[in-house]
């Protein structure tokens, strides 16, 4: 398959209650109500392909959009974009990850995709139902065809890791849940592989092209280096070991323990001291004309080197 037919195109699908919808029903009834939906529709569109996070990669780290960024992508006011933003917050539309990342919480519903090659043979298998009727044979012939674009479907990489429409061969257990057993595990911990956030983390580290066995290195380093450390055990969690500093501890060097050394405890040999040591005799005390003469020697040999 070619370069062109793997391209992958991308659409917001909508149902036809959308704006009906409680949520969206209240957001419109709202002062500028209207724009701020436009707005939301604008930031569903531009985070397609990053699987509902809106952030720039930017080598190893995801930088978070600013209100003057946002601005620009929807063509709104930065405090239109402000109060929208909040709006959105509370009721439920978006949530910020720990990251300072704007995750759009419904958008994996939202997204439809395929290949080139999958629109082709669509389109072509289309063109066939409307020129003629399907006999036996041909039915077969189509169903062949599916099965083969199903498995080339499965095959494209982007699919494995942005994907989780229907289409998906799903990976049991899924990776979530493997990587977030093995840190319970190591760290003695009870973290859910089903928290959105979590899932987020390890899909945009996959999508940057680490692997599996990746988690369980950044695991097994950091839990070496902190379970046994009180100030840093909190940070033996999900958002702070798959976050943008991931590649830094995937390439930290082991940090081994010190050795303690093993000691023999030596035997003391005892000595008896000498009689002047233990009792020393009682230094004899200088009378007054014999200090002064004393003093007047010093002072003459010092005078003397002079």
Excluded: H
Excluded at 194 to 208: D, H, N, P
Excluded at 238 to 264: D, I
Excluded at 276 to 291: C, D, G, I, W, Y
Aim: charged share 30%; net charge negative; hydrophobic share 30%.
């Amino acid at each position: 398959m070619s370069d062109k037919q793997k391209k992958r195109y991308y659409w917001l699908k909508l149902k036809e209650n959308f704006f009906e919808e409680d949520t969206i029903e209240w957001l419109e009834e709202q002062t500028n109500g209207k724009e701020y939906c436009l707005i939301y529709l604008k930031l569903c569109l531009k985070s397609l392909k990053t699987d509902g996070i809106l952030a720039r990669n930017v080598g190893n780290m995801l930088i978070p959009y600013d209100a003057e960024t946002l601005s620009k992508i929807t063509n709104s006011t930065v405090d239109t974009i402000k109060v929208a933003m909040d709006i959105f917050k509370k009721i439920g539309l978006i949530q910020i990850l720990d990251g300072g990342e704007i995750y759009i919480n419904q958008l994996n519903e939202l997204v439809g995709s395929e290949t080139e090659y999958a629109k082709q043979k669509r389109l072509q298998r289309a063109k066939t139902d409307n020129v003629q009727t399907l006999s036996s044979g041909c039915l077969e012939n189509v169903a062949q065809s599916i099965e083969l674009e199903k498995e080339l479907e499965i095959r494209d990489k982007s699919i494995d890791i942005l994907s989780d429409s229907s289409d998906d061969v799903p990976t049991e257990p899924p990776i979530y849940k493997k990587v977030i057993d093995y840190l319970n595990l190591k760290a003695k911990t009870s973290y859910r592989y089903q928290t959105k956030a979590t899932q987020q983390k390890i899909k945009a580290r996959l999508a940057e092209g680490f692997s599996e066995q990746d988690f369980y290195t950044v695991v097994d380093k950091k839990t070496q280096e902190w379970l046994d450390d009180a100030d840093m055990q909190k940070f033996l969690r999900p958002e702070t070991l798959f976050g943008t500093k991931f590649e830094s501890y995937l390439n930290q060097l082991n940090s081994k323990p010190r050795q303690q050394g093993s000691y023999q405890r030596q035997s003391i040999r005892e000595e008896t001291m000498p009689e002047s040591v233990t009792n020393p005799t009682p230094e004899a005390k200088l009378s007054k004309e014999e200090q002064a003469a004393l003093d007047a020697q010093i002072a003459a040999w010092e005078a003397s080197k002079k």
